[in-house]
């Protein structure tokens, strides 16, 4: 078992800056790819950024300049968002994947709200 534990968003206008953060815990050491999803009120979650266990990142077109993620060890996983705009606005969920079958694992989600 993996457990996911996220910072708090916030409020920010448009074109600040954010920082997210999620530590895991548990059975750290089968955990593959980390990454943050989001998602907006009536809209599906989608990925915004994932990294490898080997540093691989892959990045939504829409964040792509913007955001950067990053990972600390193997169990910390960060999310800078920069020049932020109002349809970034969504709940912002952690995910890992864990072991053999990339099982899914997910925080508790953080809201970020960007104003106009």
């Known amino acids: 078992q993996v457990q996911l534990v996220e910072s708090v968003g916030g409020l920010v206008q448009a074109g600040g800056s954010l920082r997210l953060s999620c530590v895991a815990s548990?059975?750290?050491?089968?955990?593959?790819?980390m990454g943050w999803y989001r998602q907006a009120p009536g809209k599906q979650r989608e990925l915004v950024a994932v990294?490898?266990?080997?540093?691989?990142t892959n990045y939504v077109d829409s964040v792509k300049g913007r955001f950067t993620i990053s990972r600390n060890a193997k169990n910390i996983v960060s999310l800078q968002m920069n020049s932020l705009k109002p349809e970034d606005t969504a709940v912002y969920y952690c995910?890992?994947?864990?072991?053999?079958?990339?099982?899914?694992?997910w925080g508790q989600g953080t809201q970020v709200t960007v104003s106009s």
């Open positions: 548990g059975i750290i050491l089968n955990i593959n790819t």
């Open positions: 995910n890992a994947k864990v072991g053999p079958r990339n099982s899914d694992y």
């Open positions: 990294i490898s266990s080997g540093g691989t």
